[in-house]
Antibody, heavy 115, light 108 residues
Framework: EVQLVQSGAEVKKPGESLTISCEAS????????IGWVRQTPGKGLEWLGI????????RYSPSFEGQLTISADKSIDTAYLQWSSLKASDTATYFC????????WGQGTQVTVSS | EIVLTQSPGILSLSPGEKATLSCRAS???????LAWYQQRPGQAPRLLMY???DRPPFIPDRFSGSGSGTDFTLTISRLGPEDFAVYYC?????????FGPGTTVDIK
């Protein structure tokens, strides 16, 4: 059974750093792209970027390039989304998904950034 | 960036009725690379349709997709109680991939 299991909810202050994770199981991690999507009440669903764990080829949506970093560790079948300096506007639920067609979704990680 | 517009914003129907949801793209989608997702409250979205009309094996056949170019439709032939949810379309053919704002199907 394909599963994407994400790390738990986070509460952070503006300017802090954060890494959230997405552990894959039930399929060959290196053979499928892993994407990240965020959801906010105001802007709905937004595609952040995608990585191919097999060779770490990473593509970012232009709006998010430079704002966050997507990575993957194929030795432990885990993808990551990280921020070096959070802003209040990063408050959202973040989902990892498999493939561009998002055929499987993680359960979501709620990130709250507030002073 | 390709903008997706969904209509109607809210669709109020009774169980057993047919639902027709529309998604329009600001430019033609190459290869009909359009997907539909369903999101129930408190859950992650789930894939209903890809390639505009291809259904994953775990999706009931009361869901069907059609369309090409810029106009796409998701049809639910007979609404079951679990189908009252929000539905999103997404284009994945041109970066940045984009989602529509969603159509809420609620109980009349």
């Amino acid at each position: 059974e394909v599963q994407l299991v994400q790390s738990g909810a986070e509460v952070k202050k503006p300017g802090e750093s954060l890494t959230i994770s997405c552990e894959a199981s039930g399929y060959s991690f290196t053979m499928y792209w892993i994407g990240w999507v965020r959801q906010t009440p105001g802007k709905g669903l937004e595609w952040l970027g995608i990585i191919y764990p097999g060779d770490s080829d990473t593509r970012y949506s232009p709006s998010f390039e430079g704002q966050l970093t997507i990575s993957a560790d194929k030795s432990i079948d885990t993808a990551y989304l990280q921020w070096s300096s959070l802003k209040a506007s990063d408050t959202a639920t973040y989902f990892c998904v498999r493939q561009q067609t998002a055929d499987y979704w993680g359960q979501g990680t709620q990130v709250t950034v507030s002073s | 960036e390709i903008v997706l517009t969904q209509s109607p914003g809210i669709l109020s129907l009774s169980p057993g009725e047919k639902a027709t949801l529309s998604c329009r793209a600001s430019q033609s989608l190459s290869g009909n690379q359009l997907a539909w997702y369903q999101q129930r409250p408190g859950q992650a979205p789930r894939l209903l349709m890809y390639g505009a009309s291809d259904r994953p094996p775990f999706i009931p056949d009361r869901f069907s997709g059609s369309g090409s170019g810029t106009d796409f439709t998701l049809t639910i032939s007979r609404l079951g109680p679990e189908d009252f949810a929000v539905y999103y379309c997404q284009q994945y053919g041109t970066s940045p991939f984009t989602f529509g704002p969603g159509t809420t199907v609620d109980i009349k």
